[in-house]
């Protein structure tokens, strides 16, 4: 509560402090609720914290489930200047062996500038066409510097630049995209345009195109259309063809068990801190009984009866979750369909469900039990602030309460005075009269 300062200058007694201890004692119920307040907060704090560690165990478990994750393939090239990833789409067990043929360029172009004041005819403007489409462009002035202008504004992916070269100055017209679609030509230079970089498409042959074979192109060094599911970049010509060949990619699989064994792990973790002797949520059965339901999902198997040992996957003497990558590549290339099976079916199936029933918005355990606290923390919040307007009322009424007394006192002192001085008067009064009858 707010100071305050009557001053007890009338009656002896310091009643700021009186009044001050009044209002804390009767703010003891509402220090219990702000201290009930502080428990609860704690608590959803704390369920808030698992919530977010069950939602992380459930998307691992849904992304380890999903049929792309199980269809990721690699793509290597037997040349190191090629670079190619595979996508779900890829076809595993195959190759293709091509050669790469050109490289994608973008065009390049000069005009020697014998005049840089007049470089093309203002009136007359540019005509600039590229990829076979013309846009005629208007020109402030004559100047290279009004061409330059004029194209670099046009916004037709073309930059133009004014160099001082040997003997004079050269106007440089260069596309800011490879390939043969983006070839140009400019009509309306007082000077000849010559192009130094063709516009050219990469391209890869595979075979004779002359006998069955077949040339494939990419504006750009990137192919994403010449092996289905697979891109590839390139680099440099090839001396020898090059071969792409197609597979599983059991890594990027076994990453995707890893990462549900993670966060398996740091859910078992923040629940043990959360529910330890002392913590916020000591005992908890709800959050304790979440230990066990991850634990059973592994140590339960399958629904066959088979161990997920069998995939690399088991429990430590610790109670926490542990993955041999190892074990895993070893039995995904023994039986590719059966490992699949056992940790999407089964592992990510399990895991999955445990997450949910712990974190869905509308019947998830925790998801109720953070509903309960908010509900609680507002109720709170409320008679806590219901309290605030009821002990300022009472520090009103005490003050006025004490300064009335104060002021009843002053009078009384005043009053007081006043009968004393008059008294004193008085008997001086009567003693001086006597004096001067005992002279006579």
């Keep these: 509560m707010a100071g305050l300062s009557i001053s007890g200058l009338s009656s002896g007694i310091d009643t700021t402090s009186v009044i001050n201890s009044l209002i804390a004692v009767a703010a003891a119920p509402q220090n219990a609720l702000k201290t009930q307040l502080n428990t609860v907060q704690s608590q959803l704090s704390a369920y808030q914290t698992i919530n977010s560690a069950m939602a992380a165990v459930k998307t691992a478990a849904d992304t380890l489930a999903k049929a792309d994750t199980w269809a990721a393939t690699k793509a290597t090239s037997t040349d190191p200047s090629i670079v190619a990833t595979g996508s779900s789409s890829a076809l595993t067990g195959t190759s293709t062996t091509f050669s790469v043929t050109a490289l994608a360029q973008a065009q390049t172009s000069t005009a020697t500038v014998a005049d840089p004041d007049n470089a093309a005819v203002a009136a007359n403007g540019l005509d600039l066409t590229v990829g076979g489409t013309t846009t005629h462009l208007d020109l402030s002035g004559s100047s290279a510097s009004d061409v330059m202008s004029a194209i670099n504004g046009a916004g037709l992916g073309i930059r133009a630049s004014l160099i001082d070269v040997q ?6 017209f260069t596309s800011t995209s490879a390939g043969a679609e983006n070839s140009f030509s400019i009509d309306g230079l007082n000077d000849t345009l010559k192009t130094l970089v063709p516009a050219q498409d990469a391209s890869v042959t595979v075979g004779d195109p002359a006998n069955g074979g077949y040339t494939v192109t990419s504006s750009t060094n990137t192919f994403t259309n010449a092996i289905p599911g697979v891109t590839f970049t390139v680099s440099k010509l090839t001396t020898s063809p090059a071969t792409i060949t197609v597979a599983n990619d059991s890594t990027s699989m076994s990453n995707a068990v890893q990462a549900l064994v993670n966060t398996v792990n740091n859910a078992l973790g923040a629940i043990g801190q959360v529910t330890a002797k002392g ?22 198997g399958t629904s066959s009866g088979k161990s997920f040992t069998d995939a690399g996957v088991d429990i430590t003497s610790t109670g926490t979750m542990s993955f041999d ?13 059966g490992i699949q099976s056992m ?5 990510a199936s399990g895991f999955s469900t445990v997450g949910a029933n712990a974190t869905d918005g509308t019947y998830g355990s ?14 709170l919040n409320k008679r806590i602030a219901d309290w605030d307007t009821k002990l300022a009322d009472q520090q009103t009424a005490l003050t006025a309460k004490y300064a009335a007394m104060e002021a009843a006192l002053s009078t009384m002192k005043s009053q007081s005075s006043f009968l004393t001085s008059a008294f004193a008067s008085m008997t001086g009064q009567s003693t001086s009269s006597s004096s001067s009858q005992t002279s006579v």
């Design 279 to 300: 913590a916020a949520l000591d005992g908890d059965p709800t959050v304790n009984a979440l230990t066990q339901q991850l634990l059973s999902v592994v140590s339960y």
């Design 325 to 337: 990558a190892g074990a895993f590549a070893t039995a995904y290339s023994k039986d590719p369909a």
């Design 167 to 172: 003997g004079g100055k050269v106007l440089q």
């Design 366 to 379: 925790l998801t109720a039990l953070i509903n309960t606290d908010n509900t609680q923390i507002t109720d």
């Design 343 to 347: 940790l999407q079916s089964s592992l």
